[in-house]
Structures are given as structure tokens and as C-alpha cells.
């Protein structure tokens, strides 16, 4: 947990949907639901309309290149939103003896 605390005032505030992903699955994988519960919501204010798809920063003013402000339809971060329901709020973890669900 310290690691997490450390790191988040470090962040970019309109960076990328993963980093809020990933904090949630950290979150449930110590038990703290309420914080993971946060950031979870935090990934999603990189969602776009009309089509609801992920971009690289929560500005709706996206670019189509990486030298600017970030792309649209960017899929690592709706890969840490399906992420996070998977690891984090489903729990699942893969290891040598099998899966594991920890809902």
C-alpha cells in the first residue's frame, strides 16, 4: 500500500485510463473496496460519446497522433477496464495450481 500511496500524487490528473484501472485492482487485491471503488470510477472519465470508447487522456479534444493531446479508441484502456473487472472485482488470479476466484 505504501508503494500505491507514494505514487499517486505523481500522476498526471488527465493521463491515461489504465493507470486508474490498474490502482483498482491493487486496491482489491489489499481489501480496501471503498478506494478501489474510486479509481474504478476514475477510469471511466475516459470514455467518449458518442460511441463510448477509451481515450489516451479525458479531454474530448483528441488528436489522431501521440504528439498531442491523445488518440481515440485507445485500447489499453478499455483493456484495464475489462482488467479490472476480471482481476479486480472478479478476483480471478492464475497460478501454477490453477485458478483462483476471490470475488
Given at each position: 500500500m505504501a508503494d500505491l500511496k507514494y505514487y499517486e500524487p505523481?500522476?498526471?490528473?488527465d493521463g491515461p485510463a489504465m493507470t486508474e484501472s490498474m490502482h483498482s485492482v491493487a486496491y482489491l487485491?489489499?481489501?480496501?473496496?471503498?478506494?478501489?471503488?474510486?479509481?474504478f470510477?476514475?477510469?471511466q472519465e475516459n470514455i467518449q460519446k458518442p460511441f463510448n470508447v477509451w481515450t489516451e487522456s479525458k479531454s474530448p479534444n483528441q488528436?489522431?497522433?501521440?504528439?498531442d493531446e491523445g488518440c481515440y479508441n485507445f485500447?489499453?484502456?478499455?483493456?484495464?477496464f475489462i482488467q479490472s473487472i476480471i482481476y479486480g472485482f472478479g478476483g480471478l488470479r492464475i497460478r501454477a495450481d490453477g485458478l483462483h476466484l476471490k470475488p
Open positions: 505523481m500522476y498526471a490528473a487485491e489489499l481489501d480496501e473496496a471503498e478506494t478501489a471503488d474510486k479509481w470510477k476514475l477510469s488528436h489522431f497522433s501521440f504528439t485500447l489499453t484502456g478499455d483493456g484495464g
